[in-house]
């Protein structure tokens, strides 16, 4: 097992662990989240791992710009769904949750490019009501995710998120995309003729569709999104998985997420509380000791806020946990609670 900073205490380790999601065996989408370099890859990562021993398949994917599954693997991942290296049962892919909408156009052909690139009239007018609907961006590359995991039928899928504001924005997407739809539908009933002329004369959507093909395509997917969203908020299918430091910022941004989880009526019941120190009662280091002891009073405010969580402590260990045997070994810890030296 890796090296852990131990600079042991005498404090009870709580016992909760991440074991209950492995035996549960109906959870189909797991997220996890957090402040900004907390451990979440290094948690998402060892947690896929784990779930790898238990499930038939499992699929994780990075919604975070940073990207950090290659460097966690040293392995490199893309926007299709690729085995991770000393795995037969565990995928992982990384989708860039910006520009999506013009990735999509461009897929179209020259003439979406060409559509995309015109800085007037129709084509201009297009791409400025798509962006003019908050997180349409992000939802629409989240929806195409979710439709290429549909068909691939993994059994377990893990997110590593970006950062908590946008996995927030993530969890809205349904309502953004039934906005976007909204909007679109009702200017297809306004000027429906009009901008089918326009379009046309600018050469055809995409793939040679119409307005009407294009509305009808975005409404399939709104059921596949309506789908999911119902499933996100089954408890049995879906739970998000906080990961924190012992800090007040990083506490206080947990609360904050667990508190917007409750109001999008997302399971929550696992915080993960990484880069713990367990200094020995004979260590001179001055700096240890007092970070220690900094911990422990927002250690104790999580026990405290948290009682009915899991709540994993997780030690700062010594080196990095890059790839497959350094995470393999991390990732026990998430299921035999770590145990410092005396």
């Known amino acids: 097992m890796s090296s852990a900073a131990v600079v042991g205490s005498d404090d009870d380790l709580l016992d909760p662990t991440l074991e209950n999601l492995l035996h549960q065996k109906t959870l189909r989408w797991i997220f996890v989240g957090g402040k900004g370099g907390v451990g979440k890859t290094t948690t998402s990562c060892s947690l896929a791992i784990q779930m790898a021993k238990v499930r038939k398949s499992v699929l994780l994917i990075s919604t975070d710009p940073a990207h950090n599954l290659s460097d966690a693997f040293a392995q490199k991942f893309g926007k299709e769904a690729r085995l991770i290296d000393g795995f037969t049962n565990l995928s992982a892919m990384e989708i860039d949750p910006n520009g999506s909408i013009q990735d999509l156009l461009k897929?179209?052909?020259?003439?979406?490019?060409?559509?995309?690139?015109?800085?007037?009239?129709?084509?201009?007018?297009?791409?400025?009501?798509?962006?003019?609907i908050p997180g349409v961006d992000e939802a629409m590359s989240f929806a195409e995710v979710l439709k290429q995991v549909k068909s691939l039928s993994y059994e377990v899928i893990i997110f590593d998120?970006?950062?908590?504001?946008?996995?927030?924005?993530?969890?809205?997407?349904?309502?953004?995309?039934?906005?976007?739809?909204?909007k679109l539908s009702q200017l297809s009933?306004?000027?429906?003729?009009?901008?089918?002329s326009v379009i046309g004369a600018r050469g055809g959507l995409p793939g040679g569709q119409n307005l009407d093909e294009l509305l009808t395509k975005m409404e399939s997917l709104r059921e596949t999104i309506a789908e999911v969203n119902g499933q996100f908020k089954n408890p049995d299918m879906t739970t998000f998985v906080c990961v924190c430091i012992a800090e007040f910022l990083s506490l206080y941004e947990t609360e904050r997420m667990i508190q917007e989880l409750a109001s999008y009526q997302i399971d929550t019941h696992c915080i993960?509380?990484?880069?713990?120190?367990?200094?020995?009662?004979?260590?001179?280091?001055?700096?240890?000791?007092?970070?220690?002891?900094?911990?422990?009073?927002?250690?104790?405010?999580?026990?405290?806020?948290?009682e009915e969580f899991n709540v994993v402590r997780m030690p700062l260990l010594t080196e990095e946990v890059r790839g497959k045997e350094k995470l393999e070994s991390f990732s026990e810890m998430l299921i035999h609670p770590y145990v410092p030296p005396e």
């Not at 998120?161 to 976007?180: D, I, S, Y």
């Not at 004979?282 to 405010?301: E, F, H, I, S, W």
Request: net charge negative; glycine share 10%; hydrophobic share 35%.
């Open 107 to 132: 897929e179209g052909g020259e003439g979406a490019e060409e559509m995309m690139n015109a800085s007037q009239g129709m084509g201009g007018v297009m791409q400025d009501l798509a962006f003019s």
């Open 161 to 182: 998120t970006a950062p908590t504001g946008h996995t927030l924005r993530f969890l809205q997407f349904p309502t953004v995309l039934e906005k976007a739809l909204a």
């Open 189 to 196: 009933q306004q000027f429906g003729p009009m901008l089918n």
């Open 272 to 306: 993960v509380v990484n880069q713990l120190l367990f200094p020995q009662k004979t260590n001179p280091c001055v700096q240890c000791g007092a970070r220690r002891k900094m911990q422990k009073k927002y250690l104790d405010q999580i026990e405290e806020l948290y």
